[in-house]
């Protein structure tokens, strides 16, 4: 089947990678490439082109678009649409947002594409991802023990424990834990990683 770009278009797409309705492209024409099959969909209205394998650059480069202008500095990407970022789970239908609580978060809000959490956070729980700031793969795991329900914790926990790019181990993420304060769910978080670790040892 014939491609649905000039020569010269079908090399801007390589270039440009992602795509959002506006330039070059309204929402109309993105819909149309993806049902010919050039390009496929990433995450809200955010395209990229089916031959390239998709990144934590992307991903985390098209959450970055659903993030309002005004925020986008103050805010870090955290629980399951940092696992998201990482590969390691379905992309989240809102965005769930971090604010250090050592900022004020008066001004900021939650939006209809994403919802605000005050946390605390250490020099080593934030990276740089894309042009947005996102959890740490450890910080990630321990927030996903903490917050998520059991049914999408244990598969992305899995997941991140099975990405050794990502360095981060079921052992450390215990002890993550075991060493947080006293918050809500840490006897739940514990429970789920020690399930976690009966279905590691059973496939070992």
Avoid: N
């Avoid at 394998?53 to 005004?70: K, S």
């Avoid at 990482?86 to 989240?92: D, I, L, R």
Wanted: some cysteine; hydrophobic content about 50%.
């Amino acid at each position: 089947m014939a491609s649905a770009f000039p020569l010269a278009q079908q090399h801007d797409v390589r270039t440009h990678e992602l795509y959002a309705p506006g330039a070059p492209f309204t929402w109309a024409e993105l819909q149309s490439m993806a049902a010919d099959g050039v390009l496929q969909p990433l995450h809200g209205k955010s395209f990229v082109p089916s031959w390239p394998a998709i990144t934590p650059r992307l991903r985390a480069r098209a959450a970055a678009l659903l993030v309002p202008d005004r925020i986008r500095t103050k805010v870090i990407a955290g629980r399951m649409t940092a696992a998201w970022i990482y590969g390691c789970a379905e992309a989240p239908e809102r965005l769930s947002l971090l604010v250090d609580a050592k900022h004020r978060i008066s001004s900021l809000r939650s939006t209809r594409e994403c919802i605000l959490h005050e946390v605390r956070l250490g020099q080593m729980d934030v990276v740089s991802i894309g042009g947005l700031l996102v959890t740490s793969p450890l910080r990630t795991a321990v927030d996903v023990a903490l917050h998520v329900e059991t049914d999408r914790a244990l598969p992305a926990l899995k997941s991140i424990l099975s990405m050794e790019d990502l360095g981060v181990r079921l052992r450390l993420v215990t002890l993550a834990v075991e060493a947080s304060p006293r918050v809500p769910f840490k006897k739940a978080a514990l429970r789920k990683l020690a399930a976690l670790a009966r279905v590691v040892e059973t496939a070992a």
